[in-house]
C-alpha cells in the first residue's frame, strides 16, 4: 500500500514553454502532498505543500506563478512549471502523506520527473 | 525553522563493515526522525525511522539511535553490502514538514 506515481517520468522541453507534472497516489488518499526539487548530488528542496480543495502553500524564494500547483482531488496533484527555461532543468518529486493510515507524518515519494529545458 | 546538519557527505567502506551517519537537528520541538534511501535516478525510499519517545530501533541490519538532549540522531547499518550503496537522507519533522540533511554517499567495496 502506499504507492505514489508520476507522469512523466523524464520530459524535454523547450525554453519558453510549460510542463505539467502529475503525481498521484493510486491506492490511497493523500490530503497532503509535497513537491520538491532535486538537483544532482543535492538534497530535496521543499517547494510547496498542497491540501486537497486549497491553495498551496509555498517555501520562501519559491515563485507561485512561476510552479503552479494544483490539488484537484485527494488522489491527485499537478505541478506546472510555466515559461520554462534551461535553470529549471532539475529532477522533481512529489510526495504525499496518508491521513487514514498511521503514521500519518509519513511521507510516500513518487519516482521523481527528469525535465530538461533546452 | 528547523535545521538539520548531516555527516559525511561520503562515506566509503568495504564490504562486511559498519557504516554510520550522524544527523543533529535544531528544533527541540521535533520529534519524528525518518531515514531515506535514494539510488540514482530513483525515488527516496524510507527505511527506517523513530520518533522522540524511543532511544534506538532496531530492523536486521540497520539501527537508528536518539538523543534528545544532545538533539542528534545517527544511523548504523551493519554487515554492509555493495547494494547498500546509494544517497541516505536523514530528516527531522516537528508537524509534517520534514528538513532534511543534504545526504550522505555510501559506497560500499565488494
Known amino acids: 500500500g502506499a504507492v505514489v506515481s508520476q507522469h512523466p517520468s523524464w520530459v524535454i522541453c523547450k525554453s519558453g514553454t510549460s510542463v505539467k507534472i502529475e503525481c498521484r497516489s493510486l491506492d490511497f488518499q493523500a490530503t497532503t502532498m509535497f513537491w520538491y526539487r532535486q538537483f544532482p548530488k543535492q538534497s530535496l528542496m521543499l517547494m510547496a505543500t498542497s491540501n486537497e480543495g486549497s491553495k498551496a502553500t509555498y517555501e520562501q524564494g519559491v515563485e507561485k506563478d512561476k510552479f503552479l500547483i494544483n490539488h484537484a482531488s485527494l488522489t491527485l496533484s499537478t505541478l506546472t512549471v510555466t515559461s520554462a527555461h534551461p535553470e529549471d532543468s532539475s529532477f522533481y518529486i512529489c510526495s504525499a502523506t496518508n491521513a487514514g493510515m498511521a503514521p500519518t507524518d509519513t511521507q510516500y515519494f513518487g519516482p521523481g520527473t527528469r525535465l530538461t529545458v533546452l | 525553522g528547523e535545521n538539520v546538519e548531516q555527516h559525511p557527505s561520503t562515506l566509503s567502506v568495504q564490504e562486511g563493515d559498519s557504516a554510520v551517519i550522524k544527523c543533529t537537528y535544531s528544533?527541540?520541538?521535533?520529534?519524528?526522525f525518518p531515514w531515506y534511501k535514494q539510488e540514482l535516478g530513483k525515488r527516496p525510499q524510507l527505511i527506517i525511522d523513530i520518533r522522540s519517545n524511543v532511544g534506538e530501533k532496531k530492523d536486521q541490519r540497520i539501527a537508528v539511535t536518539l538523543n534528545k538532549t544532545a538533539k542528534h540522531f545517527s544511523l548504523h547499518i551493519t554487515e554492509t553490502q555493495p547494494e547498500d550503496s546509494a544517497v541516505y537522507f536523514c530528516a527531522a519533522l516537528a508537524g509534517y514538514i520534514p528538513t532534511f540533511g543534504r545526504g550522505t554517499s555510501l559506497i560500499v567495496h565488494p
Open positions: 528544533d527541540s520541538a521535533s520529534n519524528y
